[in-house]
């Protein structure tokens, strides 16, 4: 009896592994490299004035960046409300569904400007626009009736990345043509079987509802906002001052799945846990948002590394755009295993280039290729 008791045992761990390995086998072993697909002038135009204000509320166009208290997506977050900042188009407000501070995902400790209730509160109108990141909760209750409600006053919705999800759970692009994170494009489809897939566009505009491909996307989608509120040449100049010379809305959708590679590079990082290493980022005044984001993100999608802030003193910093970030340790550099060089003036696209090339000298190519991946990122 003992011996079939052994037998089993073994066939318990075996056949699953088999099947692991199987299933490892089939994945294709890398994705196609290639340039974006380019959208036509006309296009990119379409993009354009779908995204123009429908209505003036106020003087100036009112955008809401909004999320859950614990872990909405880090860049998802703080690209588009740093971005819109510095461009100086529109008031841009940072909301959370309730009190306190945003813990987000994978980095960051922020205090968001003000609750979902406390902004309708004080807008009752509504705003122009609400950009919503990915979440840990597509279905949160409090996002998905403000949602409903922003969209019946008139705003622009924005689902950045897997902020998709979010939409659809709150019925809005039903029947309508949408993106996301590649990774989560299947679950999004067999959700809402009605939604129609757009590829190799980074951008994708139905009506009054946008989405957006994975999480480095939210720049050019920041981008082409401002263009929408202030025109191309305000647009080409807040990309200048992000280190960018152009943008576009195209994509190369195939260049994003889940390969062999990928799947092994996380799997072999993720077992060597005791090999996990955490990552010091040190947190000044007037730090720029965006880099900050793009760094933290980064350095925490290695599946070797986590990246922690830390200040000189204890309390909140306030960044460049006015967003206050609470540091995770105070005086506590020499904690770390490794401390990021400063951004400093460096701009953000110059700061992920860095970032993704540290990263690939610290644990190699695949790893910095995988973290490319998670940020839909095209490199080449």
Known sequence: MWKLAISLGVAAVVFPAALFALWIYRLPETTVAGAPMPLTTGEAKRIVDALQPRTRKQRRPLIAVVGINDATETTDYLMPYGILRRADVADVVAL?????????????????????????????????????????????????????????????IIGVCAGAKVVAAA???????????????????????????????????????????????????????????????????????????????????????????????????????????????????????VSLALLADAWSRTYRSHAVTFADKAGAVETRSGLRIIPDHVNAASQHDLVAPSIGDRRPAKVLGDTLAAIGQRYGARTAESVAQQLEYLRH
């Open 96 to 156: 959370a569904t309730g009190p306190g501070p945003m813990r987000l995902f994978p980095a960051l400790t922020v205090e968001p400007h003000a609750t979902l209730d406390q902004f309708n509160k004080q807008h009752p109108g509504g705003a122009d626009y609400i950009i919503v990141p990915a979440m840990s909760r597509d279905d949160d209750p409090d996002i998905v009736t403000f949602l409903k409600e922003q969209a019946g006053k008139g705003a622009i």
């Open 171 to 289: 019925g809005l692009l039903d029947g309508k043509r949408a993106t996301t994170h590649w990774y989560y494009l299947d679950e999004l489809r067999r959700r809402h079987p009605s939604i129609v897939y757009v590829a190799d566009r980074r951008i994708v505009v139905d009506g009054d509802v946008a989405t957006t491909t994975g999480i480095s996307a939210s720049m050019p989608m920041s981008l082409t906002l401002v263009e929408a509120i202030a025109g191309r040449a305000k647009a080409a100049a807040v990309a200048r001052d992000l280190g960018l010379e152009q943008w576009q809305g195209g994509h190369r959708s195939d260049a994003f799945k889940f390969t062999r590679s990928f799947a092994l590079t996380v799997l072999g990082n993720t077992l060597a846990f005791w090999r996990r290493e955490q990552v010091g980022i040190e947190m000044t005044p007037g730090i720029d948002e």
